[in-house]
Every structure is written in C-alpha cells, then in structure tokens.
T-cell receptor
C-alpha cells in the first residue's frame, strides 16, 4: 500500500529564516507530486506540482521554491521566510496515466508559524 | 468570482439529519473531487467523479456536467461527520491540478 510522509509536523520559525519541508511517498513509482498551502481562513492553494524528477511547475509566484531530487521525494524551501508564509502545508501525490485525472492522496501536513 | 463555489459556508445539523453540500464550478474539468478535512488538518479524499453518482457508506456524491454542479450528501449524519468538506475541480489533464472551493464547515450536534 502507498503512504505519504511529511515532516516536520509543526514548525515555528522567525521572519527571515530559511525553510525546508520534506515529503516522501512510499509504495508507488513515478507519481505526480504536489505542494499546497492553506492560509488561515482561506482555501487550499496549489503552490507547485511535479510530474517527474527535476520537473517543477510553479502555480503562484512567491518566495518559495520546490525541488524533486528523487522520484518519491518532494522538498519545499525558502531562503527567507515572510510572515505571510504562515499556514498549513500539504503534500499530495497522484498516479499518472495519459490525460486522465486521478485521485490525490494527501500527507498529514506541516503547520508553519512564522513569528 | 471564484472558479469553484461551495455552499453553504457553514452548516449545523442535528444528529440523524440528511445533509447536502453544493459545489458549482465555472471551469472545464476532467473530474471533481470531494475532500474531508478533520479539525487537526488532515485531508482525506472522499470521492473523485466525472459523471453520475458515487456512494460510499452514508456518503453520496453526484455531478451534473451540463450544469457544472456537484452535491455531496450525508445520510443519517453523526457527530463524527463534523469536519470541513472541500470541493475541488481537476483541471490540467495528467498534471492533476486542483482548484479548490473554500470549504463547508459542518458541525453535527448530538
């Protein structure tokens, strides 16, 4: 069976500090991977998606970046955090087959508070 | 106007009531997802559908492609159903990009 892990679960960081959130998927190969953010009182927003190693698409311009160094590893980073980066960050994966849409499976999330 | 609209925003029900949450979208989609977010933040995928109706236990999801509308129904609601229910439109083909509604916060009272 497939599982998706995220860490850390919670994080409190000062403004201007760097960020690294990690997501790994087990039990599947060549998944699509996604980073979402849910800011307080707002809906989920797609930040990045990846269809393969080293392939990253950005949906929203911001001071965040993403990398996919391995097939089942997805990393969200920032060099200098802003207060507005606070939120709940979710990683998700889905299968890929042609142009069909597949169910997405979400990780447990990381709650980030920038102080 | 948001591309995915949900209603109501908040919903309070008594245990046992039949619940309906609505979702309308204005974009072309390959599928529509219904997600459940628990108070701790974890998200579970309930349904993904592109036509007709799906049923899982007490949950039923329907979609009308012509009217660009989907509904999530909960029969015999229970306090453990209390959560935020999120509708998401899948666009972008194999990329699987989702556009999310703002969610419906459901509270079921015993």
């Amino acid at each position: 069976s497939q599982t998706i892990h995220q860490w850390p679960a919670t994080l409190v960081q000062p403004v201007g500090s760097p960020l690294s959130l990690e997501c790994t998927v087990e039990g599947t190969s060549n998944p699509n991977l996604y980073w979402y953010r849910q800011a307080a009182g707002r809906g989920l927003q797609l930040l990045f998606y990846s269809v393969g190693i080293g392939q990253i698409s950005s949906e929203v311009p911001q001071n965040l970046s993403a990398s996919r160094p391995q097939d089942r590893q997805f990393i969200l980073s920032s060099k200098k955090l802003l207060l507005s980066d606070s939120g709940f960050y979710l990683c998700a994966w889905s299968r890929v087959r042609g142009a069909l849409s597949y169910e997405q499976y979400f990780g447990p999330g990381t709650r980030l508070t920038v102080t | 106007k948001n591309e995915v609209e949900q209603s109501p925003q908040n919903l309070t029900a008594q245990e046992g009531e039949f619940i309906t949450i609505n979702c309308s979208y204005s974009v072309g989609i390959s599928a529509l997802h219904w997600l459940q977010q628990h108070p701790g933040g974890g998200i579970v995928s309930l349904f993904m559908l592109s036509s007709g109706k799906k049923k899982h236990g007490r949950l039923i999801a329907t979609i009308n492609i012509q009217e660009k509308h989907s509904s999530l129904h909960i029969t015999a609601s229970h306090p453990r159903d209390s959560a935020v229910y999120i509708c998401a439109a899948a666009v972008g083909g194999s990329q699987g990009n989702l556009i999310f509604g703002k969610g419906t916060k459901l509270s079921v009272k015993p």
